[in-house]
């Protein structure tokens, strides 16, 4: 089980007060859209524009992250390129993937990776400098005082080494963990280990330094969450980022993953609140992991993808209602590789149900939330051009 799936709690989100009236034209819109496009789902055609350049309409990116089925398989690549104008890594940018073994990094295959976004030219988001989960194993072994100067000579090196060619680094991903029992909720792990929640701070001001021109984002995931979890970390996260804006701590973006989990509930419009009180502490916003989890929807696939489709337009109407929001990537393109395969194994290893989380099905054709997606960008309420 993966860290993002746990941690399923009952309690009740607090809906925050205050929605201004662009986003309630929006929550209305969405309901009206609802209806319709219940029926213009049911008759799904192939839809294949670029979702990129429906998105330019609203002001902002859309892209898919990948990792090497872009050079394993044409018909991968050939979407990723036609429907991003953002994109970047899904796991070759990792600590763990970068240094499997100890502390040498191995480049080649994020070299590969990125070289694939800059020939279609498309703007690179990398993930992650520091991740307090999946440490990478042969660090459990060593001192405070290794893990620190680790710390600062893997930004140094990594940061450095891809200077002016990275358009924006998820300098930490999901600093929060309430089920870890931290004080302030914070996950632990090696980087916390080192230096408590210094390392965020750390972080930000050593990737600065190293490449200047890189946007710098600040990455959360279960903020959709009506539950415990996503109750504890919103206000936790908003605190940490106005924390690091007073310190001047350079803070660019604050990135949303966006793996929504209907079956611990995800209040939509409550989501579209939290982002717009994100935005007002005046840092740029991005959705950086989106997907559903269909894992606990019904079997008969059309079924299953018309909810899947469903999510998906709810919660861009909410998230396309903020402008400060400038770019929504989805984590992969196609079913064919998700990590719900992996998490689908690890519940149920004899027959795992193969998950349907993302717009395009396993054999490179779009689903319903291809068009629920589209139909989003081309409906939002706040062009941003
Ligand atoms: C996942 C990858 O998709 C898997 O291949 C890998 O084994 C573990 O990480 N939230 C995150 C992402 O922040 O980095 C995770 O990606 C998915 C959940």
Not at 55 to 77: K, P, S, T
Not at 171 to 184: I, L, R, S, T
Not at 371 to 379: L, S
Request: net charge neutral; with cysteine; aromatic share 10%.
């Amino acid at each position: 089980m993966t860290a993002t799936l746990r941690g399923a709690g009952a309690g009740q989100r607090v809906a925050k007060s205050g929605p201004d009236r662009r986003r309630m034209l929006a929550g209305s819109l969405a309901m009206i859209m609802t209806l319709t496009t219940r029926s213009r789902l049911a008759q799904a055609t192939p839809d294949d524009g670029s979702l990129g350049r429906s998105a330019a309409g609203c002001g902002v990116r859309f892209g898919a992250a990948y990792d090497a089925e872009v050079f394993e398989d044409a018909g991968y690549a050939e979407l990723i390129r036609r429907h991003s104008t953002v994109t970047g890594n899904l796991n070759a940018f990792k600590y763990d993937w970068l240094r499997p073994k100890g502390p040498q990094a191995d480049f080649h295959m994020a070299d590969r990776i990125l070289a694939f976004a800059a020939e279609a030219r498309i703007p690179f988001t990398a993930t992650t400098l520091f991740w307090n989960d999946y440490p990478a194993p042969w660090l459990k072994h060593l001192s405070v005082a290794e893990l620190r100067r680790l710390f600062d000579a893997h930004v140094d090196e990594v940061v450095g080494r891809y200077a002016g060619r990275i358009a924006a680094w998820v300098v930490v991903n999901e600093p929060f963990a309430p089920w870890d029992g931290e004080p302030g909720i914070y996950r632990k792990g090696p980087w916390y280990a080192a230096f408590g929640p210094g390392y965020i701070e750390r972080a930000f001001r050593r990737a600065r330094a190293a490449d200047p021109s890189a946007r710098l984002i600040l990455n959360e995931g279960f903020c959709e969450r009506r539950d415990d979890i996503g109750a504890a970390v919103r206000p936790a996260l908003r605190g940490l980022a106005r924390r690091l804006l007073d310190d001047g701590v350079p803070v660019d973006t604050i990135g949303l993953q966006g793996h929504i989990q209907p079956r611990y509930g995800v209040d939509h419009v409550a989501y579209g609140a939290y982002l717009a009180e994100l935005a007002d502490l005046g840092l740029s916003l991005e959705i950086t992991e989106l997907d559903v989890d269909d894992s606990r929807m019904p079997g008969d696939i059309e079924v299953r993808d018309r909810q899947v489709a469903e999510q998906y337009r709810a919660f861009l109407d909410q998230v396309l209602a903020v402008p400060r929001i400038r770019s929504i990537m989805t984590w992969g393109i196609s079913d064919r590789t998700t990590w719900y395969s992996d998490v689908a194994k690890a519940e149920n290893p004899v027959s795992p149900r193969p998950p349907r989380p993302l717009p395009y099905d396993r054999a490179m054709q779009p689903k319903p939330a291809t068009a629920a997606i589209r139909a989003a960008f081309e409906t939002c309420l706040e062009p941003r051009r």
